[in-house]
């Protein structure tokens, strides 16, 4: 099986908003092929910068920064772009939404769980009242928390 260690090589240097931005390409395996996601960290800064959503996907790592080096520097530009209108603003939605998906893939496991027999129906249904429970309370701050950059 490939190591999935995370490789983050530099790819070039770009400017773009009258500033410039460090290239580099995180290279992981996802179990079936690598993947490769652009991030721009601007040069003045120490951060890690923003992530392009877009994949780079090759059979090797050497394959994902050979694609990545193959990208222009205008196509690097549109990259982050992208990567810059699709940053994550709205922090507490998304953990309210995380929180959701957690309770939902929660839910389901105790029903199979308790349809093959491996919970008793009795405490599996206690369970899943309380998980229903709990969805609908963070439901119900959905609306406090949409729309706060955070």
């Known amino acids: 099986m490939p190591n999935d260690e995370i490789l983050q090589p530099y790819i070039a240097t770009i400017e773009a908003d ?9 290279t992981t395996f ?6 490769g996601r652009l991030w721009f960290a601007d040069e003045s800064w120490d951060d890690i910068g923003i992530p392009d ?3 780079l996907p090759g059979r090797t790592k050497d394959d994902v920064v050979a ?5 222009t520097h205008e196509e690097l530009a549109m990259r982050y772009q992208r990567a810059l ?10 953990r309210t939404t ?8 929660y839910l389901n496991q105790v029903a199979i769980s308790m349809r093959a027999g491996l919970l ?3 405490g599996a249904a206690g369970e899943l009242d309380l998980t229903e429970r709990q969805l609908h309370e963070i439901v119900d701050q ?9």
Do not use: H, M, P, W
């Open 18 to 26: 009258n500033r410039r931005f460090v290239v580099t390409c995180r």
């Open 30 to 35: 996802d179990g079936i092929e690598y993947v």
């Open 53 to 55: 959503r877009g994949g």
């Open 67 to 71: 694609l990545a080096k193959r990208l």
């Open 85 to 94: 209108a699709e940053k994550r603003r709205y922090r507490s939605l998304r």
């Open 98 to 105: 995380d929180e959701i998906l957690a309770k939902i893939r």
């Open 120 to 122: 008793d129906i009795e």
């Open 142 to 150: 959905l609306r406090d928390v949409a729309g706060q950059e955070q």
